[in-house]
Nanobody, 121 residues
Framework: QVQLVESGGGLVQPGVSLRLSCAAS????????MGWYRQAPGKQRELVAT???????NYADSVKGRFTISRDNAKNTAYLQMNSLKPEDTAVYYC???????????????WGQGTQVTVSS
């Protein structure tokens, strides 16, 4: 069974930085796309950023230029570097991964449990 575990959230003041981590564990053959999503109170979950196994990235307009997604394929870990944080970035941040297992080969999609990011003065 594959699990995603996020870490790095917290309460910070506007303008500071945080780095989130998402570590995948289990019987993984390969991880394809990984992504970060967020859900603020009373709102739908939205895409923040995604990254392919080859390193191609995609960002929501609201975070372009402030957030950077990266990954370490050897560690099955994705990161989200968040700079210049704003109160509107406050949300629960979820990691998502599209991965495959062997014997037999199958692809799955899974979510982490989420980590809270609160930006407030």
């Amino acid at each position: 069974q594959v699990q995603l575990v996020e870490s790095g959230g917290g309460l910070v003041q506007p303008g500071v930085s945080l780095r989130l981590s998402c570590a995948a564990s289990g019987s993984i053959f390969m991880i394809y796309d990984m992504g970060w999503y967020r859900q603020a109170p009373g709102k739908q979950r939205e895409l923040v950023a995604t990254i392919t196994s080859g390193g191609n990235t995609n960002y929501a307009d609201s975070v372009k230029g402030r957030f950077t997604i990266s990954r370490d394929n050897a560690k099955n870990t994705a990161y989200l570097q968040m700079n210049s944080l704003k109160p509107e970035d406050t949300a629960v941040y979820y990691c998502n991964a599209d991965f495959a297992v062997l014997s037999p080969y199958r692809r799955y999609n899974t979510w982490g449990q989420g980590t809270q990011v609160t930006v407030s003065s």
